[in-house]
């Protein structure tokens, strides 16, 4: 790499080094290996299901102990709408109202998309919005046909000129409509936060990671909300933002691993993706964290079944905290019996998902000690996880590491080398998705956070393709929020329903009931 003064300057101004670039260059030369799996993690194997009588015993533990604990909600939100759109986008690149019916280009383009947005166009919540504006633009607009009418409808919505909703964030898009307000997915999760994120004096804190040129938009809204929602809820909200640092961002290769570089000659660097999150969390204190993505909201008739799940993962994260924390004590000021150890063992096999050396037993007393007390002293996760119906995304899976232990993780389809059939046919085999529905404990049992960044994988990265000016660059994830960078976590996955998941990835799932206060007639 030909380094110049002003890629010195550059590299500098984003927080990172010279040798991080090069690192960085290194990682796209050597590529990062796909991960081994050795199965899908599956009910009783990895996974765990419980009783609806536990579940009421985890959620009393939980409403027992959570008003002497700091809890915080942490929702990743700063992913644009534009994806959610992206079938919108098309019909307006590719559909000339003025030369064709829009009947004629949904069958030639099987635009199955566009005929399920038409289909429930009424029923989307921005319609009316979208509606007022486009009739005082085109006063004509009812003696329009059906396609220019669509047309003018999908541009209106998404171009600049119009609402623009394609550039707004996902988090203050037109989610749900009530009889009286339409409400964001932001003030949604304000809602379902005080079901079970509220502390003894009725405070709920919550943090969203946006991007920053969002920042003044996302407290605009808040103040537009804030009297309304703390009146019904009775609870008082603590809003925090965050941006995602540009020293986890990560430079860009062409074909041939040398640094991508713009017409004028400067370096290209890409946002290191949701796996540069991981810097925000670490800066959290709080005893419990939950963390849930911006778009897995439901209508507020929905939202107890989603609160009462919530308070089961977070009474189950106590449950083990509280024995894991009992058992580092324990070792820490005197040597277990070993009816002890057998019972400490037993513990991390059946509960905490730790597969043990195969020679573990032939290992001295001190060095048994040491590996009981590493593989418990680490931050916590439970993870809700949702039967698998076809979902594009990560799920549970058993990895083979190097040294031949077998650990459990999410795993995400680009870090599974899909051209070998028997990882193909494991990916094919999974149970269940993960849904992001987490709840983390990040302190350690003397009441320490844990260095978050000391848990990362920095091999559980990958290699994404996307293109800039025309010409293809390589681009590197930083490994997932989720996956890569909680590898190290102590990891719990416990069955949720599907209830509880509900995702926002295109503008058609607005249609869907988990989204409609009054269902299709």
């Known amino acids: 790499m030909n380094i110049t003064d002003k890629d010195i300057k550059l590299i500098k101004s984003k927080g990172l080094t010279v040798d991080k670039v090069f690192s960085q260059i290194e990682t796209f030369k050597n590529e990062i290996p796909f991960v081994a799996l050795r199965s899908a993690a599956t009910l009783n194997n990895g996974i765990l299901k419980f009783s609806e009588h536990y579940q009421s015993e985890l959620s009393k533990l939980y409403d027992s102990r ?6 915080i909600k942490f929702v990743p939100a700063s992913g644009a709408a534009t994806r959610m759109f992206k079938d919108l986008f ?5 559909y000339n109202c003025e030369k064709e019916s829009l009947n004629s280009y949904t069958n030639l383009e099987k635009a199955d998309a566009i005929r399920l947005f038409l289909i429930g166009l009424e029923k989307f919540p921005f319609y009316d919005v979208v509606m007022e504006k486009v009739k005082t633009s085109y006063p004509k607009f ?6 220019r009418q669509l047309y003018i409808f999908v541009e209106m919505m998404l171009k600049e000129k119009g609402m623009n909703f394609g550039n707004y964030p996902k988090g203050l898009l037109p989610f749900h409509k009530y009889s009286s307000s339409i409400a964001t997915s932001f003030e949604e999760h304000l809602y379902e936060a005080a079901g079970y994120n509220t502390n003894e004096n009725g405070d709920s804190e919550l943090h969203f990671t946006i991007s920053k040129e969002h920042l003044e938009a996302f407290k605009g809204e808040f103040e537009r909300i804030k009297k309304k929602v703390e009146e019904k809820t009775k609870t008082n909200f603590i809003i925090s933002y965050s941006f995602q640092k540009p020293e986890t961002d990560t430079i860009a290769v062409d074909y041939r691993n040398e640094p991508f570089r713009t017409k004028d000659g400067s370096l290209v660097f890409r946002p290191g ?3 540069a999150l991981i810097e925000n969390l670490d800066d959290l204190t709080a005893d419990i964290i939950y963390i849930k993505n911006i778009d897995n909201v439901v209508v507020r008739k929905y939202q107890d079944e989603v609160s009462s799940y919530k308070k089961v993962l977070a009474g189950k994260l106590i449950e083990i905290q509280d024995e894991v924390f009992r058992i580092l004590d324990s070792i820490d000021k005197k040597k277990p019996s070993e009816a002890e150890l057998k019972d400490i063992k037993k513990f991390l096999v059946q509960q905490l998902n730790v597969r043990l050396p195969l020679d573990f037993d ?5 060095y048994k000690l040491q590996f009981l007390r590493e593989s418990l002293n680490r931050p916590i996760r439970v993870c809700g996880m949702v039967i698998n119906e076809g979902e594009p995304g990560g799920g549970p899976f058993w990895v083979k590491k190097e040294n031949g232990r077998l650990v459990l993780q999410i795993i995400e389809t680009p870090q599974i080398n899909k051209k070998d059939q028997r990882q193909e046919d494991i990916l094919n085999s999974a149970t269940h998705f993960n849904p992001v529905d987490l709840v983390c404990g990040v302190k350690d049992y003397k009441g320490n956070k844990f260095n978050l960044l000391e848990f990362v994988d920095p091999e559980a990265g990958f290699i994404t393709r996307k293109t800039m000016n025309g010409k293809v660059l390589k681009a590197l994830e930083l490994p997932g929020l989720w996956n890569g960078a909680m590898s190290n976590w102590i990891s719990v996955f416990v069955e949720v329903p599907l209830t509880t998941f509900n995702p926002v990835k295109t503008v058609n799932d607005l249609l869907k009931s988990a989204h409609q206060v009054k269902l299709f007639s």
């Open 362 to 366: 032939k290992f001295s007393d001190k």
């Open 273 to 275: 993706g949701h796996g």
């Open 90 to 94: 098309r019909f307006l690149d590719n």
């Open 142 to 147: 009812e003696s329009l046909s059906e396609g």
């Open 66 to 71: 959570s008003g002497d604990l700091d809890t």
